[in-house]
């Protein structure tokens, strides 16, 4: 079981769920059951993270951490149901699924839709193959080597469940996920408040829980790929763990046609 930090959780009543600014969200994403949107990602124009940002209290070996097997479940079991509502609103029929930090629950929908093919990359064997939602599996330290051993353009949708604060090179990792997503496709990295301190990243342990949001916001919108409509949620919960998820998106065919490349500016703001 993950720690739970002391972090300031801001706090909004279920009864001021956003239907108003769900009305603006893209159609293709999270309608339902959100109690707020973070939006307003960042001002800068360039990756502002720096090497102390992505250290870990302990930099000793992935490997060794995840060397042993955790049948448990990082989250309460309603932010389970409320992270499996999420993907019920966005898988589609026949999607092909990348779950990124995966172990041996994935926290998909019982009555998903029919998935065409799912793949995990996790870190502990034992784990992936006990996740009966795999139809295979890859154990690889990101960390170590930020590359996914997959095509580009091989799946409809990403998923990174409770795991996006352990990613110590997340710009490699967010520009991996565009080049394997189909045009299209959705990246979704959600998250709780628990963790295990000394594995993620410095940065994540200073910032209040809105602000991890816009980190990860900021991943999407400035690791280089062209990810967009990057929204930050954060999703009703009925017990005690919040939920927060952030999706970005990689454009059509139609859209990358179609798209004229903005100058970039140098930027001088803080973070
Ligand atoms: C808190 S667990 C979450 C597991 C699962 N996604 C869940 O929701 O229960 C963190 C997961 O991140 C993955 N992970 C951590 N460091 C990693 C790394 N360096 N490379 C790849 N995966 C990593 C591990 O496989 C581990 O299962």
Known sequence: MLIKT????VTHSIASMSTKAASTLPQYSIQHNIQRIISQPTQHKQWPFTQQDLRRADETSDQHWYSQP?????????????????????FQDNDSVLDLCSSWISHFPVNQPTLSNVVGLGMNEQELARNPILDSFVVKDLN???KLPFEDNSFDKITNAVSVDYLSKPQEIFVEMHRVLK????AIMAWSNRMFPTKVVDMWLKVSEEERVKIVQSYFL???????????YQMVTL?????????GRKRTQQEEKEFIIPKVEDDKSSL
């Not at 400035?222 to 930050?232: E, K, S, T, Y």
């Not at 017990?239 to 999706?247: A, E, R, S």
């Open 6 to 9: 002391s972090i300031l959780l």
């Open 70 to 90: 955790r049948f448990v479940t990082h989250i309460d079991d309603q932010c389970i149901q409320a992270l499996s509502n999420v993907y019920f609103q966005v």
């Open 144 to 146: 170590l080597e930020p």
């Open 183 to 186: 045009p299209g496709g959705l």
């Open 222 to 232: 400035l690791c280089g790929a062209p990810f967009v409509d990057v929204v930050g």
């Open 239 to 247: 017990g005690t763990d919040p939920l927060y998820v952030v999706v």
